[in-house]
C-alpha cells in the first residue's frame, strides 16, 4: 500500500486535501473530510488483491499525470459556445426523441459540477429545488442525509470523493410535490489535459413526491485521460417514488467509477435502470440499496454492451432489514471484441427481514470468442420465511439461429442487431418513458452497427 500511494497522484491528493478541508463551512464537514481521508491513506487504491476488486484492476489507469479536479468557474463566450455545440451535438437525438412526447422534459446541464443556468431549463422549486452545496449546507435535508448514506468503512473510492469533493449537487423534491416531466441531468467535463475528477449528488425524495431523473455524461473529443470518481447518495422517503436512469456513453480515455447508495423508507419505489454502451475504457458501478422499513419495493435493471478492449464491472448490493419487502435485479450483457464484463450481485435478508421477496437473474452473451464474463450472484439469508433466488447465463451467439434469419433474407449485421433487441427487450421493456426505450433501442442497434 506504501509504495502505490508514493506516486504523483497520491501527492496532488495530500496536497488537495489540505484545500478541500477548509471549504467546508461546518465543523461537522470538516471532521466529515478529516475521517474519509484518514480510512483513504489506510485502505490506499484498491487493487486486485481485494475480493471486491477480483477482475477490476484499477491502477493502470491511474498512472496519468492527472491534474486533481477542475475548479469550475464562469465560462468564456467561447466555451460557453463550445459547449452548447458539444451538448446540442451529443444529445439531438434524446432531446428530439423527448420533446415528441407530449410532456418533453426539464434539463439541467452541470459543467464540470457547476450548475450552467443558461443551457439548463429547470422546474419551479415547489416541483424540484436544485442548489449547489455550497447553498445547500444549512438545508435540514441536506443536513440529515449528507455523508450519512455512502458506506465510508472499506470503501476506499468512496472515502476519496468524501474528503476531496469540491461542490456537489443537491436535489429535492419536496413532500407531496409529483414532477410534471422528467428532468435530464446532463454532466459535461472538460478539461485542458489529464483530469481526475469526483463529483458528488445528493438527491432527497421527501415523503408521497414523485420523480423521474435521467443522467447521463458527456466529454469533449479531445482525448486527454478523464477519471471520473463519482459517488450519489440517495433518500427515498415515505411512500415517494424515484425512476433513475443513467446512460453511460463516452469515449476512450475516459474512465468511470461510481458509487450510488439509497436508503428507503415505509411504502416506497426506487427503480433503477443503468444502460452502458461501448467508448469508455473502463466502467464500474456500485449501487448498493438499503431497505430501512417494512414494505417497500425496489427494482434494479442493467444492460451492458461492450466491445473492444473495455471492461464493464456491476456490483450491486440489496439489504433487506425489515420484513414484506421486495427486490429485483435483472442485470443482461452483450460482449463483443475483446471486451470484458464483471456482473457480482449480493442480496441480504437480515433476522428481522421474514417475507422477503427478492429475485436477482444475470444474463450473458458473448458475442466474440475473445470475449470474457464473470458473473457471480450471491445470497445471505438469516431468515427463514423468504422467496430469494438467483442465477446467471453465460453463452454464446445463437448461430442456429443467425443462420436461421439470414436465410429468409435479413443480412448478418441487422441478423444480429435483432438477436441483440431481442435479448435486451426484457430490460428495455422495463423502461417507463416511451421515447427513452425507443432512443435507447436505436443508440443499441448503431452501436451494433459500428462494432
Known amino acids: ?97 423527448l420533446k415528441g412526447e ?22 419551479a422549486p415547489e416541483l424540484l429545488r436544485i442548489l449547489p452545496f455550497a447553498q445547500a449546507e444549512q438545508e435540514p435535508a441536506f443536513l440529515a442525509n449528507f455523508g450519512k448514506i455512502a458506506t465510508l468503512k472499506d470503501n476506499a473510492l468512496v472515502a476519496l470523493n468524501t474528503a476531496l469533493y469540491n461542490d456537489g449537487l443537491y436535489i429535492e423534491a419536496p413532500k407531496g410535490s409529483v414532477l410534471d416531466k422528467p428532468l435530464h441531468l446532463v454532466n459535461v ?59 453511460q456513453t463516452g469515449r476512450k480515455g475516459m474512465r468511470f467509477v461510481q458509487r450510488v447508495e439509497a436508503t428507503q423508507q415505509k411504502h416506497s419505489n426506487y427503480s433503477n435502470y443503468t444502460f452502458t454502451l461501448p467508448g469508455t475504457d473502463l466502467v464500474r458501478n456500485n449501487l448498493v440499496l438499503h431497505l430501512n422499513a417494512p414494505e417497500l419495493e425496489s427494482h434494479l435493471y442493467g444492460l451492458y454492451l461492450s ?48 417475507k422477503t421477496n427478492a429475485f436477482q437473474q444475470s444474463n450473458n452473451i458473448l458475442f466474440s470468442e475473445k470475449a470474457s464474463v464473470n458473473a457471480k450472484p450471491q445470497l445471505e439469508i438469516f431468515a427463514d420465511d423468504v422467496k430469494c433466488s438467483h442465477g446467471t447465463t453465460i453463452g454464446q451467439i445463437n448461430k442456429d439461429a443467425l443462420f436461421y434469419l439470414q436465410t429468409r433474407g435479413i443480412g448478418e449485421q441487422r441478423a444480429r442487431n435483432m438477436m441483440v433487441n431481442a435479448f435486451a427487450f426484457d430490460v428495455t421493456e422495463k423502461v417507463k418513458i416511451p421515447a427513452l426505450r425507443t432512443y435507447l433501442e436505436k443508440l443499441i442497434a448503431a452501436k451494433m452497427d459500428n462494432a
Not at 452483450?334 to 437480515?350: E, H, P, R, T
Open 1 to 97: 500500500m506504501i509504495n502505490q500511494l508514493e506516486t504523483p497522484l497520491y501527492e496532488s491528493i495530500a496536497a488537495k486535501f489540505e484545500i478541500a478541508s477548509l471549504q467546508s463551512s461546518s465543523e461537522a464537514l470538516q471532521a466529515l473530510r478529516r475521517e474519509a481521508f484518514n480510512i483513504f491513506k489506510t485502505l490506499g487504491f484498491p487493487s486486485i488483491r481485494n475480493e471486491e476488486w477480483k477482475y477490476t484492476n484499477i491502477l493502470p489507469f491511474l498512472k496519468e499525470d492527472y491534474e486533481l479536479d477542475v475548479i469550475p468557474q464562469e465560462l468564456t463566450p467561447e466555451e460557453f459556445g463550445k459547449t452548447a455545440a458539444l451538448v446540442a451535438h451529443h444529445l439531438e437525438e434524446l432531446q428530439q426523441s
Open 102 to 123: 407530449q410532456k418533453g422534459a426539464y434539463r439541467l446541464v452541470t459543467v464540470n459540477g457547476k450548475i450552467n443556468a443558461e443551457l439548463s431549463v429547470l422546474p
Open 189 to 247: 467535463l472538460l478539461a485542458g489535459g489529464p483530469v481526475f475528477v469526483q463529483p458528488r449528488h445528493l438527491v432527497v425524495i421527501q415523503p408521497n413526491a414523485s420523480v423521474e431523473i435521467i443522467e447521463t455524461t458527456i466529454s469533449d473529443d479531445a482525448g486527454h485521460a478523464l477519471f471520473v470518481n463519482g459517488v450519489t447518495e440517495i433518500a427515498v422517503g415515505e411512500n415517494a417514488h424515484f425512476h433513475h436512469y443513467d446512460i
Open 307 to 354: 466491445a473492444d478492449r473495455q471492461l464493464v464491472d456491476n456490483h450491486t448490493e440489496v439489504h433487506h432489514k425489515y420484513p414484506h419487502g421486495e427486490s429485483n435485479q435483472l442485470y443482461k450483457g452483450v460482449l463483443l471484441d475483446q471486451s470484458k464484463a464483471v456482473f457480482n450481485g449480493k442480496i441480504y435478508v437480515y433476522q428481522d427481514a421474514q
